[in-house]
C-alpha cells in the first residue's frame, strides 16, 4: 500500500522539533482526531454545518502538518461542503475520509515507535 | 543565534490541541514564556488576568472564534494596545486580510514555518517593546491622555491656533530653617516639587510642556480639548499651592529646606503643535497667550498672591469664584495694560 504520509514533510517536523515531542504530537493527533470524526459524524446527523466545517479545518490543519497530504486534502473537501451549507451531498466521502485517516494513524504510529 | 532578549510572555490561542503543542514547543524553544487557552473565551480571561506581551491567535475556534476575540481585545482600553498574530491556514488568506485590518499585527500560517515563527514573534515583540519605551518616554512629559493621542494619530509635527489657558510656575524662594543647603538635598526638593506640581497639572487634564530649571509650563485645553480649559487651570493652581503647602509642612518638620511658588495664568490663542524632530518632539505651545503667562507668573514678585490669572481666564470661572481684582497692569511688550486678578488665600507677610 502506498504511502499516505509525505516523507519530506514528516522528516523535517522531526528536525524541527525532535523525535520525542513528535510521538507526543502524534499521540495527541490519534487521540483528538477519532473524537472529532465522531463529532463530524454527530453535526451531520444533526444539520449543523457549522461545526462540521470547523472540525473538518481542524484535522486539516493537522494532517497538513504530519504531511498527510491526501487526508488534508479530503477534509479540506469536506471544509468546503460545510461553509457552502451542502451537507446533504457529504454522502461517502466522510467514510473514504475515515478509511484514510485510519491508514495514516496506522503508519503515524509505526513511524513513531 | 544568541538569545540575549529578555523572554516574551505569550498566550497561543488554538481549539487545536496538535496546533497548541507545536506553537508551544517552537516558542520555548525560542525561550519564551507560553501559555495556552483553548478557545477566545479562556483567552479573554486570562489576558485579563494575566499579563502578557503577545497573542497568537487561531481564527477558528468555538465559542469565541479569532474575529470575536481581536474585536473584544480593541474594545479594551488595556488590552488594546497588545499585539496579536494570526495564526491560519494558508488557504484562509482573506480572512486573515480582515484581521490586519482589524488591528492584527502579522499573521503565520499553519503548517508553521519555524524560522518565520522566531523572526515574526520576535519582531512583534520588538515593536512592542518599542512602543512601550515610547509610551513611558511620552508619560514622562505628558498626560496619559496625550502620550495616546500621540501614539494612535503618530506624530504630525504640523501646529495650529487653539484657544487654550497657558501656565508658568516657578519657585519664588527658598526658605531655609537650616543653613544646610547640601547639593543632593536641593536635588531631591526639585525631584518632589516637580512630582507634586506634575500631579497637579495631570490630574486637572492639563499637559506639561517644559521644566527649565526650577519653571514649569503647562497648557490645558489642547492637545487634548476640555472645555473647562480655564477652570481647569485654575484647579491646578490652587492643587499646586495646596500641595506645596503640606509638602513644606513635613519638610519644616524635618528642618529641611521648603520652597514658594509663583503661578501666572493667562487665556487665548496659543499655536501649539509637536516640535523637535521625528525621534525627539514635544508637544508645544507659544505666542501671546503665553508669553503673558510668563510676565504675569513674575508678577507674583510683587503682589501677596501666589497665583494670578488674566480677565480671559477670569471670564471662565463659575460665578462666585472668589477672585481680588488688582486693577490694570502694564506688562512688557504689551500695549494695552491687562486686568489682573489674585486667586486663593492673600499671604499675611507679602513680598517686598
Given amino acids: 500500500m502506498p504511502s499516505k504520509i509525505d516523507p519530506n514533510t514528516f522528516d523535517s517536523l522531526r528536525q524541527m522539533t525532535d523525535a520525542a515531542f513528535v510521538s507526543q504530537l502524534v499521540d495527541t493527533f490519534l487521540e483528538d482526531a477519532p473524537r472529532q470524526i465522531k463529532e463530524m459524524r454527530a453535526a451531520l446527523k444533526e444539520g449543523d454545518a457549522e461545526t462540521f466545517r470547523r472540525l473538518a479545518h481542524s484535522i486539516k490543519s493537522n494532517a497538513a502538518t504530519f504531511g498527510a497530504l491526501e487526508l488534508s486534502d479530503q477534509a479540506r473537501e469536506l471544509e468546503m461542503l460545510g461553509k457552502e451549507n451542502k451537507l446533504d451531498q457529504v454522502a461517502g466521502s466522510l467514510d473514504a475520509f475515515e478509511a484514510t485517516f485510519k491508514s495514516v494513524a496506522r503508519e503515524l504510529r509505526d513511524l513513531t515507535e | ?352
Fill in chain 2, 1 to 352: 543565534m544568541t538569545t540575549y532578549r529578555e523572554p516574551g510572555r505569550l498566550l497561543v490561542v488554538d481549539d487545536n490541541r496538535v496546533n497548541r503543542l507545536l506553537l508551544g514547543h517552537g516558542l520555548e524553544q525560542n525561550g519564551h514564556i507560553v501559555a495556552s487557552a483553548e478557545n477566545g473565551r479562556q483567552a479573554m480571561e486570562m489576558l485579563r488576568a494575566g499579563s502578557y506581551d503577545l497573542v497568537l491567535l487561531d481564527i477558528e475556534m468555538p465559542e469565541m472564534n479569532g474575529f470575536q476575540v481581536l474585536e473584544a481585545l480593541l474594545q479594551d482600553p488595556v488590552l488594546r494596545e497588545l499585539p496579536v498574530i494570526m495564526t491560519s491556514a494558508s488557504d484562509e488568506l482573506d480572512r486573515v486580510v480582515k484581521c490586519i485590518e482589524m488591528g492584527a499585527e502579522d499573521y503565520l500560517t499553519k503548517p508553521l514555518n519555524p524560522i518565520l515563527l522566531r523572526a515574526r514573534v520576535n519582531a512583534s515583540l520588538e515593536k512592542k517593546r518599542l512602543r512601550d519605551q515610547q509610551r513611558k518616554l511620552f508619560r514622562t512629559f505628558a498626560t496619559p491622555e496625550v502620550a495616546e493621542e500621540l501614539l494612535q494619530k503618530g506624530l504630525t509635527l504640523g501646529g495650529k491656533h487653539v484657544t487654550a489657558t497657558a501656565m508658568f510656575s516657578d519657585i519664588r524662594s527658598f526658605t531655609t530653617i537650616t543653613e544646610s543647603n547640601d547639593p543632593a538635598d536641593v536635588i531631591e526638593l526639585l525631584n518632589d516639587y516637580f512630582t507634586l506640581m506634575f500631579d497637579a497639572v495631570s490630574s486637572n487634564g492639563g499637559t506639561l510642556n517644559q521644566m527649565v530649571g526650577d519653571g514649569i509650563m503647562a497648557v490645558f485645553g489642547a492637545p487634548v480639548f476640555h472645555e473647562d480649559h480655564r477652570l481647569r487651570a485654575v484647579h491646578a493652581a490652587l492643587d499646586m499651592v495646596e500641595n506645596l503647602d503640606m509638602f513644606n509642612v513635613d519638610r519644616a518638620a524635618r528642618n529641611k529646606l521648603q520652597i514658594k511658588i509663583g503661578i501666572g495664568i493667562a487665556t487665548g490663542k496659543v499655536i501649539a503643535g509637536y516640535t523637535g524632530t521625528q525621534h525627539r518632539a514635544t508637544y508645544t505651545c507659544v505666542g501671546d497667550t503665553v508669553n503673558l503667562a510668563a510676565r504675569i507668573e513674575s508678577h507674583t514678585k510683587t503682589v501677596p498672591y501666589s497665583i494670578l490669572i488674566d480677565q480671559y481666564t477670569r471670564e471662565g470661572l463659575p460665578a462666585g469664584t472668589l477672585v481680588d481684582e488688582l486693577g490694570p497692569v502694564v506688562f512688557k511688550g504689551k500695549q494695552q495694560p491687562i486686568n489682573i486678578f489674585g486667586v486663593g488665600a492673600k499671604q499675611e507677610n507679602a513680598p517686598a
